[in-house]
DNA sequence: AGCTAAGCGGAACGCTCTTCCAGAACTATA
DNA sequence: TATAGTTCTGGAAGAGCGTTCCGCTTAGCT
């Protein structure tokens, strides 16, 4: 999920905890909230607050890393799908599963503009990540015919993630055929 | 500042202490956020932890009471300016002051999208205090033919919510220069 | 197998929240 | 003004959480 890319690897138990940390912080997130007790990560991760600290000394760092682990893990999902699909629903179920990772991130929302310096490079590294992702989605698409180019992926994330927000108050179907009308919309007329 | 409008009118002292501990929760909230430690207000306020309980028994209820004290506060700002200056200046005077306003809240934005029940009200309140403010402002100095009318009060509050909410990012003169050509553009051309 | 250093766990300490109640302070009444 | 009745106060006490620290464990190497 998240490896450490200095001279020495880490040791293979260190890795699993880590690992096994984030699983835990981010399910305990969504149900907690990001101020939930350090010692009901740690339990749910099956180690001590001792391993919790070592390893993410500050809560920030923990909360950044959750989010950096989420979106890598959207961002990965893109070629998954590319190979699996053909372009436009590879596109389509790309874009469902960003919706879904907008409403997990809706909860550190509130961390991630608490002015915390931690912080500061989400957004770059969000952007980074996911505009390529998009970004070659779109291209397959469109290299295959099936719909209109797009301005730029930056701003498909934007609308959706405006979409996906305004959504979220009302039916959440509701913002399901909303979205799928985007993608419709997309596509080239017969 | 806040009076209690029960059967009993509260003891003078308990409301000295109420209104002692709004002044107190405001400043604290504005240096060490909402999340500041109970007795560093209630010291502040000149009480014991147990006063600022009794009063407020949740974080909640004293983040809402500093909130609508600022409302008010704004709010009962327009016909003070209304008596002191002609309307047109009246109006911008106001609009400064509800940047300032706007200002304050943002310490207290992410405390109000927390979810809390406690806060739903809020918004309704926002509007029914300020809407009338600037609507009475707005009648005053349109009937005196110095602006043309605008559509609603609370589109107007909107816009000026939106314009400092970007501007604050940058240069505040930069702010207040744009408000100010919006307040011009309200007026009629010679 | 034996050595070394990275990594682990959880006890312990300090800080904060929240409750509670004996006594102080205020108001109403005479 | 004096007294009774009530409300309100302050801070000690209990509980819970965050964070540190260090003796013990275990992976990785020879």
Redesign the pocket.
Known sequence: MTQHTEQRP?????QR?IDALLDAAKQVFGTSGV?A???EIADLAG?????L???F?K?SDLVKAVFQAEVDATADAAPALAAEHDPVVALEKWLHRYTEFLATKRGLASALHSGDPTFDALPAYFIGRLGPAVGSLLDAAAAAGAIRPVASPKDLLYAVSKLSVTMSDEDPEHGRRMLDLLVDGLRYQA
């Open positions: 880490l040791r293979r138990d260190a905890n101020d007790p350090a010692k180690v001590g607050v001792g391993t600290y070592r390893h000394p809560r």
